[in-house]
Every structure is written in C-alpha cells, then in structure tokens.
T-cell receptor, first 113, second 109 residues
Framework: GAVVSQHPSWVICKSGTSVKIECRSLDFQATTMFWYRQFPKQSLMLMATSNEGSKATYEQGVEKDKFLINHASLTLSTLTVTSAHPEDSSFYIC?????????FGDGTRLSIL | QKEVEQNSGPLSVPEGAIASLNCTYSDRGSQSFFWYRQYSGKSPELIMSIYSNGDKEDGRFTAQLNKASQYVSLLIRDSQPSDSATYLCAVNGDTPLVFGKGTRLSVIA
C-alpha cells in the first residue's frame, strides 16, 4: 500500500527557532500533498495544499510567511514553521494523494518552549 | 461551504456488539467517501472507501452509502476494545478532502 513518511516525529525547541518538517511519499508519486494541524482533542484542520512545482494554496487564516511550504519533487514536500512560538505547538500531519485517496504520514508533534 | 457532519460521541458499545457510525454531507456533487480511524496521539489511517450507493464490506467493517440522502455510515461488527478510537468521515468531490470532526468510539470490555 501507499506509504507516507514524515520526519521528525517529535520536536522540542526554543521560541524563535524555525523548524522544518519533511513529508515523503515512499512508493508512489504525489503531485499533491496536504498539511494539517491538529490541536489536542480537536479535529484535523487543513492548513495548505502543496502542488509539485507551484506555490502552495493556503487556507483562510493560515499565514503563508509563517508556514513555508516547498514541494520540490513528486515525492517530497516540506513545511517550515518560521520563528516558532508556543502557540504554534501542535500536531502537524501531512498527507499525499494517490488517486482520490489521501494517505497520512505519522505526524510531527511540535512543542515550543 | 462544503460540510461533513458527525456526532462527536462518545459512542459506547459493549465488546462483541455492532458499532454504528453515521455521517452526513452537504455537497451533492461529492464522488468519493472515506472512513479513517485515528487513535489518540496518532495520525489517521484509512479503513474504508466507498464510491457508489449500497454496501461495501471488508472484514468486520461495512460502509454504507446513500447519495440521495447524502448519508454515509460505517458498521463495525464484533467490536473489540482495540476499535476504541476516533472515526473520521471524509468526502471528496474535488481535492482536498473535507473531514468531519470525528466520532469517538469506546468499546467496553
């Protein structure tokens, strides 16, 4: 089955640090990847849609200068949280489309001190 | 705005019983329907997809779709404590998927 690898799985860092999260589709090519954020006991919230070779499409209320997305190849998308602050602490999850199905990575738990 | 509605639960069922999870959606043009399971602290995993009206069975899971009523459900037979999780309904007419907020299922041993 389609496998999506997300790295790192856990990050703890100081306020003001920039953090990069990688999302890779291991056994299929994904022209579209998605980035979600999930706060404790809340639902998935789509942050942006990442298309290979073009600019990401951000959902309303998501700062594109804060959350930089790069989709440089058909198997890799990265999300960089710039100058992270405690309120950015959350569970970040990527997914990649294989046909109409979305396959999720294992998620990255980000804790900003 | 496209919406997917689910009862947040918790839905509690005894071990061995049938758990019934329901979902309604607003976009009549939706084409694809998915059920994901999410354990606490983990990312969602796909358990069922259904594209046409009727029932689709996979092991202990049965997905049911009624496009006229804009309704999709998931039945879990012989529920096990390991089935305790949040179940997310997702609907697609065009990308990206629209997710419901999920129903929390608790299977009591």
């Amino acid at each position: 089955g389609a496998v999506v690898s997300q790295h790192p799985s856990w990050v703890i860092c100081k306020s003001g640090t920039s953090v990069k999260i990688e999302c890779r589709s291991l056994d299929f090519q994904a022209t579209t990847m998605f980035w979600y954020r999930q706060f404790p006991k809340q639902s998935l919230m789509l942050m942006a849609t990442s298309n290979e070779g073009s600019k990401a499409t951000y959902e309303q209320g998501v700062e594109k200068d804060k959350f930089l997305i790069n989709h440089a190849s058909l198997t890799l998308s990265t999300l960089t949280v710039t100058s992270a602050h405690p309120e950015d602490s959350s569970f970040y999850i990527c997914s990649a489309s294989s046909g109409q199905v979305e396959h999720f990575g294992d998620g990255t738990r980000l804790s900003i001190l | 705005q496209k919406e997917v509605e689910q009862n947040s639960g918790p839905l509690s069922v005894p071990e061995g019983a049938i758990a019934s999870l329901n979902c309604t959606y607003s976009d009549r043009g939706s084409q694809s329907f998915f059920w994901y399971r999410q354990y606490s602290g983990k990312s969602p995993e796909l358990i069922m997809s259904i594209y046409s009206n009727g029932d689709k069975e996979d092991g202990r899971f049965t997905a049911q779709l009624n496009k006229a009523s804009q309704y999709v459900s998931l039945l879990i037979r012989d529920s096990q404590p390991s089935d305790s999780a949040t179940y997310l309904c997702a609907v697609n007419g065009d990308t990206p998927l629209v997710f419901g907020k999920g129903t929390r299922l608790s299977v009591i041993a």
